[in-house]
């Protein structure tokens, strides 16, 4: 029996393998096994393959993406091929196809040998002697090679031509071994149930260029998906080997968690956009590399802060969502009917842009409300309403006030029979309202690397979330100063005030803190009680990060010290504590503070002497109602709490920086490091299984 050579699949048929390739400048590259496995028992029709993120239709030989906007691919069956130096490296070989009907010859010949070269044929002599002339290849032929003992198939030039043509090719049959990326991890894990937007950020136009080498969002988020499913399926396995040494039943697949992106970069940088067309003939022709990112990165910035190009950022970003959101449950079927969980992640602009699509769900949400209580009650007052602390957002639809747009503008009334508010927004500015919001309240929000501080800060929004603090305080204090009054009220009203609202009355009324004259003391709340539609949000930053800003300060009052500002928690794993160079770090700067605040307690001791002196004086009112001011410690000692957060008590998180850190050098890289950081990605999926 001769030995062959290149036969990779020895079987008696070949296995068919599916490969795609974008244009005739790359190599075809195969799918996932399952994919093709799936391809073959089609019988032509369309199979959704790559776990549900693409589509291949056989009969018309392409591949097109369900949720990127990037060019279809073409795709082919093959199972023989013919060898040749790779065009990406030239010491590796890569394989192509060949199309149906010559790899249909190629076999038949192949066959014949074989036939020919077993215990009952008739001797290969007369098989080596025959040409098969390749329908798609009308310069070559396909011929089988013996030189001594072994046989191989060859692609000739026809007539001998083989200084025009090109010289004699190997053939190989079947594709041989190979795997994909991401293949094994992400079948190794049960269905989705976590689906997560990912909304990119500024520069997204240039990152896009073929000749940039920075990855696009969709490359990024393909990467980060891979790696997180990884995690994902390397923590179960080791779970699996725990539960088999401890003799107990393995634990359940994890469940899948999908990532999609979100682009909105064309709607400002399309070739269309008139001001797109002013820019480049404005701009010099000299360094044009650095242009480019002035042109392509800070005009982001600059651009989201118009109404205009906030509104048409803000409508597409939403109608993606939605459209995508639709796609996605026609093809995870099951998604909706087993509790599927939908979640944001903005970067950079993107994590602005995501605060503002939660601030119109917010806007949309309360009218909700508002229509429902008065549709069920009959008045627009609500009762208790000093306690609900503020009215949400006012939206001034298309109308202008002094000639500027108006939009989603945040205010806090003063009281229940006040409609002076304070100027600010914490929302975007916009010329009309928009038609549409997200389909769905987010498990979560992560924002990655974001300027947010910055943008709420320029829109007024520190003023608007003190004023919210401010009004919860009077609102609180108005219930105790009149309680007998309020319980009477809401004895006679009983029947129309949810039980809901009554409880939460008492039980605050009734666990307030009380001093020493059986007054009941009222303590300002820390922090603002503003909040968004998100089951959790996450601030989250590189300590070296130029472009990230915090939020929590902008929830405390505006006369907090700096030192009175809660420092962000390190972002860690679960059942994880900070690393041990980290520990050290925050040894030096506890050591740090503690010598500040003993020199300030040094300092307010006589102060201190005076107020207890002050105390003993008997109050000409003994029954009136004291409202305290904020400790000056309040904020240093004792957990800090953002209802921002939502099931979060905390919204700012810092990465903890390496061992070896320049913070200057860090800056360099730290803005695009988040997709790739470890604890970033096991956050994500320890919130991901939260329920």
């Avoid at 249909?104 to 215990?119: G, N």
């Avoid at 306690?387 to 003063?414: E, T």
């Amino acid at each position: 029996m001769p030995t062959w050579e290149h036969i990779e699949d020895g079987a008696s048929t070949c296995t068919t393998v599916w490969l795609s390739r974008g244009d005739e400048t790359e190599e075809w590259k195969p799918l996932r096994k399952v994919d093709c496995r799936a391809l073959n028992e089609s019988h032509g029709a369309p199979v959704v393959i790559d776990g549900g993120r693409a589509t291949v239709d056989p009969k018309r030989r392409v591949l097109e993406y369900s949720f990127y906007n990037i060019p279809s691919r073409q795709v082919i069956p093959a199972t023989w091929f013919y060898r040749e130096e790779s065009k990406s490296n030239s010491k590796e070989i890569s394989v192509v196809p060949l199309l149906e009907q010559d790899s249909a010859k190629a076999e038949a010949l192949y066959q014949k040998a074989v036939a020919a070269s077993s215990s009952l044929g008739e001797g290969i002599s007369k098989v080596l002697k025959e040409e098969v002339y390749l329908e798609n290849d009308k310069d070559h032929r396909v011929v089988v090679s013996k030189i001594g003992p072994i046989l191989s198939m060859k692609k000739r030039p026809r007539g001998g031509l083989v200084n025009v043509f090109g010289a004699i090719t190997d053939l190989q049959r079947g594709y041989g071994e190979y795997t994909v990326e991401g293949e094994a991890e992400e079948y190794a894990l049960g269905p989705v149930r976590h689906l997560i937007f990912v909304i990119h950020g500024v520069g997204e136009a240039l990152w896009s260029r073929n000749d940039v080498s920075m990855p696009s969002i969709v490359e990024e988020v393909d990467r980060t998906r891979a790696a997180l499913h990884k995690k994902q399926a390397d923590d179960w396995k080791l779970e699996c080997e725990k539960a088999t040494r401890n003799q107990q039943p393995l634990p359940p697949r994890p469940d899948r968690i999908e990532l999609l992106p979100i682009e909105w970069y064309d709607k400002i940088h399309s070739s269309s956009n008139a001001i797109m067309k002013t820019l480049k003939g404005t701009t010099l022709q000299s360094i044009p590399a650095l242009r480019a990112i002035a042109n392509d990165v800070v005009f982001d910035v600059l651009m989201y802060l118009t109404p205009e190009f906030c509104q048409a950022v803000l409508e597409c970003v939403t109608d993606q969502i939605n459209e995508l959101y639709v796609k996605f449950k026609a093809i995870h079927t099951h998604f909706e009917s087993q509790n599927g969980k939908c979640s944001l992640i903005g970067h950079s602009l993107g994590s602005v842009i995501a605060w503002d699509l939660l601030s119109i769900l917010k806007e949309r949400t309360e009218a909700e409300q508002r229509e429902k209580w008065e549709s069920n009650t009959g008045t627009s007052v609500q009762p208790l309403e000093h306690l609900s602390a503020f009215h949400g957002v006012s939206v001034a639809g298309s109308s202008f006030d002094n000639g500027a747009p108006m939009g989603y503008r945040a205010y806090a009334a003063k009281d229940e029979h006040s409609n002076v508010a304070e100027n600010g927004i914490w929302g975007p500015s916009l010329l009309k309202k928009l038609s549409k919001t997200i389909p769905f309240v987010p498990h979560f929000t992560f924002f990655l690397g974001s300027p947010l501080g910055l943008f709420l800060t320029l829109r007024g929004a520190h003023v608007i979330f003190d004023e919210m603090r401010i009004v919860l305080e009077k609102a609180e204090l108005m219930a105790l100063m009149d309680k007998a009054e309020l319980v009477a009220r809401m004895n006679e009203a009983e029947s129309t005030i949810p039980k809901t609202h009554k409880e939460i009355a008492d039980t605050w009324i009734e666990n307030k803190p009380k001093t020493t004259n059986n007054d009941v003391e009222l303590v300002p709340p820390p922090s603002s009680p503003f909040t968004l539609p998100s089951g959790a949000i996450f601030n989250i930053f590189h300590p070296s990060d130029p472009v990230a800003y915090r939020i929590e300060s902008l929830l405390l009052p505006p006369d907090t010290n700096e030192s009175e500002l809660p420092q962000p928690v390190y972002l860690v794993k679960e059942g994880k504590g900070v690393r041990l160079h980290v520990k050290a770090m925050q040894m030096g700067d506890d050591l740090r503070r503690s010598f500040a605040q003993t020199h300030k307690s040094v300092s307010s001791l006589f102060a201190n002497v005076l107020e207890s002196a002050a105390s003993v004086i008997p109050s000409s009112n003994t029954n009136s109602v004291k409202a305290s001011g904020r400790p000056a410690s309040s904020l240093v000692h004792g957990p800090h709490k953002f209802k921002l957060g939502g099931s979060s008590d905390r919204v700012d998180y810092v990465l903890q920086p390496g061992v070896i850190d320049n913070e200057y050098i860090s800056a360099v890289t730290a803005h695009s490091s988040y997709f790739r950081n470890h604890d970033v990605l096991d956050f994500i999926i320890q919130n991901a299984n939260m329920r």
